[in-house]
């Protein structure tokens, strides 16, 4: 059963034990040299080698896993209305938000910051007991709104019934069709990661490989991120509650379980200065928590500054707030990947905006998640333009750091700038 957790904060019975589950840590190590093999091996062989890992792992490897547009289009036709139309609704949410959120061409005269997308993508959709295609719409949308030329999701192969026929869940698919991926592998595990980075015939190799997956996925993606970009290294859900008297302790208690219910893993804490409150959801979680969810924690605070300050020290991947007055959670500017001002954190897992793929492990305290800019480059453009002063100011410092030709180069620039004045 996951531990449940009653805390009075910061220094009361519990605190303590509160205390270490937010001080945990979440390695990779002994995944990544699990992993190792895999991916220097796929390096080697490619897609040979590949398909071996896809047998062995996922008890299916394909003799070629590409599954075209046309199939991912077969695959919605197939799913019942109910169930397309919620992934179009979906797509259209994301879409709206990344799209609006695309950043423009700044500078001053001479130079100026151009936001260059990233020409060639792949988004990993986990597989498992259940599809995940919200996955595949938040981070295939967000690629396509940063103009990204080519996006295609790798996704563990289908065995026995369960797909109708399709190499990948339809759901997946449909997703992959909507969102608007060029191509989906049928390949999953280290063992994708690894051909998309380094190219493994007919996978093709790409800049940047970005998503969630199991650890063997993540250790993965590290070994390849001086090869390709990666988005992050993603750990287990974190959720962090802060809330007053004014919150329905129903709501609170079912965010909690929601979020815990992303594995034994997890962590969802409530921090709040409302005791009524937290009894009545620390009660409902000790009748509803279930095995298999992720570990709960309810922490009584002096007021709500002391409750910020414990969202503060996890830095969680999602923070609600369900305050009368929000106003403290905007001045105190808490380190999260996603900041909800009373909207229940499972709405912004399937189709409100802000893509699902954030940080964890405290990563918030300096990184947000994904989003347009992940998949743009800034890049700076300079042209001539620039104030005599400035070139002269240049001669001097390249001459203090021992850089003669430096400031012999500078120094013809500014010559030619003087004699063209003067004609």
Partial sequence: M???????????????????????????????ERVRPIVEDVRRRGYEAAREYSERF????????????????????????????????????????????????????????????????????????????????????????????????????????????????PAVLAAAYLAGADMVYALGGAQAVAALAYGAEPVERVDMVVGPGSPYVQAAKLLVSGVVGVDMVAGPTELAVVAD???????????????????????????TPCRGLADEVYEALRREAREGIGDLAVAVTPGVEEALGLAAAMAPEHLVAYLEDPGPVLERRVG???????????????AYGPSHVLPTGGAARWRGGLSVYTFLRPVAHVEPGLEERYLEAAVILARLEGFENHARSLEHRLEELRRAKSR
């Fill in 2 to 32: 996951p531990r449940l957790v009653y805390a009075e904060w910061p220094r009361g019975p519990g605190s303590e034990e509160l205390r270490a589950l937010l001080g945990r840590s979440y390695s990779l190590d002994e995944y990544v």
């Fill in 58 to 169: 996922d008890g299916v490897g394909l003799e070629d896993p590409r599954v075209p547009r046309e199939v991912m289009r077969e695959a919605l036709e197939s799913l019942p209305a109910e169930v397309a139309g919620a992934l179009e609704r979906a797509v259209e949410a994301v879409r709206l938000y990344h799209v609006s959120t695309r950043p423009a061409e700044t500078g001053v005269p001479g130079a100026r910051l151009r936001w260059l997308p990233v020409e060639r993508v792949a988004a990993y959709a986990p597989g498992g007991m259940h599809p995940y295609p919200s996955t595949v719409v938040h981070t295939v949308v967000p690629a396509r709104a940063a103009g990204c030329g080519r996006v295609v999701v790798a996704s563990p192969p289908c065995r026995g019934g369960g797909c109708r026929g399709f190499p990948v869940h």
């Fill in 245 to 271: 008297c004014s919150a329905d302790p129903r709501q609170v208690a079912l965010d909690m379980l929601a979020e815990a219910e992303h594995g034994p893993l997890s962590l969802a804490v409530l921090a």
């Fill in 336 to 350: 999260a990947g996603v900041v909800s001002l009373g909207v229940p954190p499972a709405l912004l897992d399937y």
